[in-house]
């Protein structure tokens, strides 16, 4: 069965220092997402991408976090400072389209903690 | 607007009795209502969807729920809990709004199962 694949699974970093995260969605899927989950909280939406251009974004998806498809198979998240805040982990998600029926496919996620 | 209400945030049942995880749900429209089960350090795996067809729904692992539009709920349920049943549940909500799917997440149920 096909699978949304992420890495890395787990990433420590320094507070202030850059950390991206990498997707490799369903290769037919064309709608993309972040979420991520704060130890002990709810499963929250990042942003989600179609096109080649975000689509939607929540709250959480300031000006430190950016995604990318550089290369049409590989869905980034990119953190630019990283806060203690920040510790959580990230799950991907992919769709083949936006319809009722449409479920999205997750992957295992990326825990990242920030000291 | 959209939400969903995970009433328990912990259940324990004993291996062979059944099992049942609530979950109700808030939504302006007629929505498409998921269950996704979380292994510890693992990704979100569908268990069950429910988009408009039939009301009661069979998922993977023994698991079904059944939407009840009059009750707006959606109910997780299996006859005879497994060791392997041990994990947590998130109910989850997705509605087409503005031409894209918002997927919001209930808080999780942790289903404890003992021997």
């Known amino acids: 069965e096909p699978e949304v694949t992420q890495t890395p699974s787990h990433q420590v970093t320094q507070m202030g220092q850059e950390v991206i995260l990498r997707c490799v969605p369903i290769?037919?899927?064309?709608?993309f997402y972040w979420y991520r989950q704060i130890l002990g909280q709810k499963v929250e939406f990042l942003v989600s991408f179609y096109n080649n251009e975000i689509s939607e974004k929540s709250e959480i998806f300031d000006d430190q976090f950016s995604v990318e498809r550089p290369d049409g198979s590989n869905f980034t998240l990119k953190i630019r400072s990283t806060k203690l805040e920040d510790s959580a982990m990230y799950f991907c998600a992919s769709s083949l389209g936006q319809g009722r029926a449409n479920v999205l496919t997750f992957g295992a996620g990326s825990r990242l903690t920030v000291l | 607007a959209q939400s969903v209400t995970q009433l328990d945030s912990h259940v324990s049942v004993s291996e062979g009795t059944p099992v049942l995880l609530r979950c109700n749900y808030s939504s302006s429209y007629s929505p498409s209502l998921f269950w996704y089960v979380q292994h510890p350090n693992k990704g979100l795996q569908l268990l069950l969807k429910?988009?408009?067809?039939?009301?009661l729904v069979k998922g993977i692992n023994g698991f079904e729920a059944e939407f009840k539009k009059s009750e707006t709920s959606f109910h997780l349920t299996k006859p005879s809990a497994h060791m392997s049943d041990a994990a947590e549940y998130f109910c989850v909500v997705s509605l087409l709004s503005g031409g894209y799917q918002k997927v919001t997440f209930g808080t999780g149920t942790k289903l404890q199962v003992i021997p």
């Open positions: 290769s037919n899927h064309l709608y």
């Open positions: 429910y988009t408009s067809a039939a009301t």
